[in-house]
C-alpha cells in the first residue's frame, strides 16, 4: 500500500461507503468491494470467503481469479491458508504462500502461483463470518499498517454482512437469521416447548460502522467514555457494602473504563475510518477471540468484563439500551449468553424454557430451572448470535435440541411430540391419586423435588405423597446477603402451611462445588466437586447452620420437623451434625420456644464411601436419601459437568446398581428408611430398575412423577429383578437393553 496509510485507509472506506450507499445487488457490491481492495492495496488479487454451512467456505467474490469460480470453489474448515484463517481467527501473513504447511493450489480458480498471501478473519463479536485475502506476485510481507487497514475493512465487511449488504443466490449469500437452524447443547432440564425468543440483552445493531466526520466521531466516543466511567463509578459508590467478589467485578470495570490502551486503540480505528460504534466493537470482537483462546480462568473473566464493559459503552453510543421497546411475546423463550438465579426467578413462570450459550447442568440457572419445571437447554453454542426477538423457536430438553427459526416438517414432527406428551399427562391424571403399586402388589412412595415456594402447588397436581427434597440454598443464591433468620422463618413455615400435612424434607443448606454464595469468598480449588461444600462448610461455619437450624425449628410451631444433611461422606460428619441440632434444640428449649412434635434426621448418601460406613451409622440414622446425580459422577469418576464423559457411564450399569443393592441390604438390616433422589428416579425405566432392586420412595421432580407411575402400575418387579439377575450372570455391561426387550414383550 502506498504510504500514507491512515489517509488511504480512511479513503478505502469511504469508497466502501459509497458502494454501500448504492442500488447494487449483494453480489456486485462484493464485485466492487474486492476491485477497490486490491486497486488500493496494490495487489493482484482480493477475494472473499464466505462461510456457506458451519464447516465449508466459498469463494463468493473475487478481483484477479477466475470469475467462473465464484460459488463453485470450496473449502474446508482448517483446508489451505484460507481455511487455517478460519478455523484459528488469526491473520496470516506470508511473503512464499506455497512453502507454508497445508497450502492449496486451487487451478480451478485460474490462480497462477502467487507469492505473498494476506488473509485476514472476516468476524463479528468472535463469530466467524469468513476470509478476506489479497495476494501478490511480488514475495513480500505486508507491513503492519496493510495488515491493520485490512483488518477494520474486513469489519466493516462483517458489519455489513450482518445488516444483509451481500444477500444473493446461494447458502453463503444467503440472508442471516432467517435460515432454519438446529443447535445441539447439553440438557439442563427435561421437557418440551414452543415459542417466541425473548433475548435477555438485546445483541447492539451498529448501522454505521464507517465514520462520516472523525473528528466527531472521536467527540462521540470520549463523550460516551466519559459516561460509562462516571457510571462505573457511581455503581462503586453504591455497593461499597457489596461482597468482595462484586467489588472486584466493578473495579475491573474501571480499570477497563480508565485503560488508556483500550482508549488508544479505538481512537486509533477512528482516525482509520471508523465510527465510534464500530471501534468498539472491532476491540470488542479481539477481546472475544482472546476468551475463546485463554487457558487461565483469572484471564477469561477480566476479559468478560471487558465484553460486558463494551456492550454498556456501545449502548450509550446507539441509544440502544435493554428496553428496546419490543413487547415480551405471549409465549417467551429466554435466550442468553448467561444469566444469574435473580433475574431467572424474576421472569418466574412465564417462559416456557431457558436457552443459555454457557451455563451448566448444576449451575445457579439450572437448579432454578428446574425448581420452574421449565425446560432448559446449556452450551447451545452461536444462539446469541443467531436468534432475534420474536424468532420461532422449540426447545428440546429431552435431546437437548434447539430449532430456530424451524422449518414446517420440523414444526409438524415436534408438534406431535408435545400433543402425545399432553395425551401422556392427560393419562396419568387418571391414576394422580392411586398409590404406585405394581402388579406384583408392592407400593412404591412417590414424592416431589422442590426449592420455590412456587414448586408447592404442584404437589396436589402431580400425585406426590410429600416433598422427598427441598433444596433450602435457593434462599441463599438468589440474594446479595445473607439471608434474616426471621426471614426463613417466615418461609418455611408457609412451605410447611402449604404442604397441609404431608411430609417435607428440608437439605440443609448445599453451597460450595457450582453453588457459590454471591457474598461467600470463593475458594480457588482444583476440582470443587470433591471441595469444601455442602455439610463441610456447615460444621466448618457452624454459625450459619445454627442459624439455620434455628429457622427451621422455630418454622414447625410444633409440627413434625424432617431434615436431612447433604454430601455425608463419613459417620463422624453425621454424628457431629447431629450433636449441633440437639444443642440447638437444647438452646430453642431454654429460650421457651415451641419445639418440633417429633424431629426425623437424615443423611443424603452422595459419596461411595458411606455405603461402607460402620454398621452403626445405619443404626443410628434416621433416613438415608441416595442422591443419584453425585453418587454415579463419583462412582465412575466421571464429572457430570463433562459431555465427553458423562453420558459414558449408565444408572443400569451392573456395577453401579450392585452398590445400590448393598445399600438396600443394609439399610433392610438396620430397619432404615431408604429412598432414591436424583434424576434417574424421574426416568421411567431407571425408577422401575430400582424399585426392582428394593427402592420404594422415589423423589423427583413433579412432572415425572405421573411418567414413572405408570410404568410401575403396569410392572411386576419379581419379573424385572429376575431380568436384571439373568444380564448380570450373562457377563452384561448394563441391564438397559434386557429391560427394554422385557418391556416391549409386555406390550
Known amino acids: 500500500m502506498p504510504d500514507g496509510t491512515e489517509s488511504e485507509s480512511r479513503k478505502l472506506l469511504k469508497r466502501l461507503r459509497e458502494v454501500m450507499a448504492g442500488s447494487d445487488a449483494g453480489q456486485t457490491r462484493l464485485d466492487k468491494i474486492t476491485h477497490l481492495i486490491a486497486d488500493s492495496m496494490g495487489t493482484e488479487v482480493c477475494s472473499v470467503y464466505l462461510f456457506r454451512d458451519a464447516e465449508t467456505l466459498e469463494l463468493c467474490a473475487t478481483e484477479g481469479l477466475d470469475a467462473g469460480a465464484v460459488h463453485h470453489t470450496r473449502m474446508r474448515l482448517g483446508e489451505g491458508l ?63 499498517d496493510e495488515v491493520y487497514a485490512l483488518e477494520v475493512v474486513a469489519m466493516v465487511i462483517a458489519e455489513m454482512t450482518e445488516l444483509g449488504a451481500f444477500v444473493g443466490e446461494g447458502a453463503a449469500l444467503s440472508p442471516l437469521h432467517q ?13 418440551t416447548a414452543e415459542g417466541h425468543v425473548w433475548l435477555h440483552e438485546p445483541r447492539v445493531v451498529v448501522t454505521n460502522p464507517i465514520a462520516e466526520d472523525p473528528e466527531r466521531e472521536l467527540e462521540r466516543l470520549t463523550e460516551a467514555v466519559e459516561e460509562l466511567r462516571v457510571g462505573v463509578n457511581k455503581m462503586l459508590e453504591l455497593s461499597r457494602g457489596a461482597d468482595k467478589e462484586q467489588l472486584d467485578v466493578l473495579e475491573a470495570y474501571r480499570m477497563f473504563a480508565n485503560s488508556k490502551g483500550w482508549m488508544r486503540r479505538m481512537e486509533e480505528d477512528i482516525s482509520r475510518g471508523l465510527s465510534a460504534e464500530a471501534a468498539v466493537e472491532k476491540e470488542q470482537s479481539l477481546a472475544r477471540n482472546r476468551i475463546a483462546q485463554a487457558q487461565d480462568s483469572y484471564l477469561r473473566e477480566r476479559l468478560s468484563d471487558l465484553d460486558d464493559l463494551s456492550n454498556r459503552l456501545l449502548r450509550i453510543l446507539t441509544g440502544q439500551g435493554n428496553n428496546t421497546g419490543a ?14 438465579p435473580g433475574d431467572l426467578l424474576e421472569y418466574g413462570r412465564s417462559l416456557r424454557a431457558v436457552v443459555l450459550e454457557e451455563g451448566s447442568v448444576g449451575s445457579h440457572a439450572a437448579i432454578v430451572a428446574r425448581a420452574l419445571a421449565i425446560p432448559l437447554v446449556v452450551r447451545a453454542a452461536r444462539i446469541t448470535t443467531e436468534a432475534l426477538n420474536g424468532d420461532q423457536i422449540m426447545v428440546d430438553g429431552d435431546q437437548a435440541l434447539v430449532h430456530l427459526r424451524p422449518d414446517d416438517s420440523v414444526v409438524a414432527a415436534f408438534r406431535d411430540k408435545i400433543a402425545m406428551r399432553a395425551e401422556a399427562q392427560q393419562r396419568y391424571a387418571s391414576i394422580r391419586e392411586k398409590p404406585a403399586t405394581t402388579l406384583d402388589g408392592q407400593t412404591v412412595e412417590m414424592h416431589m423435588n422442590a426449592g420455590l415456594m412456587a414448586d408447592l402447588p404442584s404437589l396436589d397436581g402431580s400425585g406426590a405423597e410429600g416433598v422427598g427434597l427441598f433444596r433450602t440454598e435457593l434462599q441463599f443464591l438468589v440474594r446479595n446477603k445473607m439471608p434474616k433468620r426471621s426471614e426463613l422463618v417466615a418461609l418455611y413455615a408457609r412451605v410447611l402451611d402449604a404442604a397441609q400435612g404431608k411430609r417435607v424434607v428440608f437439605r440443609t443448606l448445599d453451597i460450595g462445588s457450582d453453588k457459590v454464595l454471591p457474598y461467600m469468598k470463593p475458594n480457588d480449588e482444583p476440582n470443587p466437586a470433591l471441595g469444601w461444600r455442602a455439610i463441610r462448610v456447615g460444621l466448618d461455619k457452624p454459625g450459619v447452620m445454627r442459624m439455620q437450624l434455628q429457622a427451621l425449628i422455630r418454622a414447625t410451631n410444633g409440627r413434625p420437623l424432617t431434615l436431612m444433611f447433604p454430601f455425608v461422606a463419613q459417620f463422624e460428619e453425621y454424628r457431629a451434625a447431629r450433636a449441633e441440632v440437639d444443642k440447638t434444640i437444647a438452646r430453642e428449649r431454654r429460650l421457651g420456644h415451641a419445639l418440633p412434635e417429633s424431629i426425623q434426621i437424615g443423611a443424603m448418601l452422595e459419596t461411595p464411601s458411606l455405603a461402607f460406613a460402620p454398621q452403626k451409622f ?84 413433579p412432572a415425572s412423577i405421573g411418567p414413572v407411575k405408570s410404568l410401575l402400575r403396569r410392572s411386576n418387579l419379581t419379573e424385572v429383578r429376575k431380568v436384571i439377575c439373568d444380564a448380570r450372570h450373562r457377563g452384561d455391561q448394563s441391564v438397559r437393553s434386557a429391560v427394554m426387550e422385557y418391556l416391549r414383550n409386555l406390550s
Open 327 to 340: 413487547d415480551m411475546p405471549p409465549d417467551p423463550i429466554l435466550v442468553a449468553r448467561n444469566i444469574g
Open 82 to 144: 484460507v481455511g487455517r484463517v478460519a478455523r484459528t481467527g488469526s491473520v496470516v501473513n506470508t511473503p512464499d504462500a506455497p512453502a507454508e504447511p497445508g497450502f492449496r493450489y486451487m487451478p480451478e480458480t485460474g490462480e497462477e502461483r502467487y507469492s505473498s498471501f494476506l488473509g485476514i478473519p472476516i468476524q463479528r463479536l468472535g463469530e466467524s463470518l469468513g476470509v478476506l485475502v489479497v495476494q501478490s506476485h511480488d514475495a513480500r510481507v505486508f507491513s503492519a
Open 618 to 701: 445405619f443404626d443410628e440414622v434416621g433416613f438415608i436419601s441416595i442422591g443419584g446425580n453425585d453418587l454415579k459422577q463419583f462412582f465412575f469418576a466421571a464429572d457430570r459437568e463433562n459431555e465427553r464423559v458423562r453420558r459414558r457411564y449408565d444408572t443400569l450399569n451392573v456395577s453401579f446398581l450392585s452398590l445400590i443393592e448393598r445399600i438396600v441390604e443394609r439399610c433392610e438390616r438396620s430397619n432404615t428408611p431408604l429412598s432414591f433422589c436424583g434424576e434417574d428416579a424421574g426416568r421411567p425405566i431407571e425408577a422401575l430398575c430400582l424399585a426392582a432392586i428394593g427402592i420404594r420412595s422415589l423423589s423427583m421432580r
Open 179 to 191: 435460515q432454519s437452524v438446529l443447535i445441539r447443547g447439553i440438557s439442563g432440564q427435561e421437557g
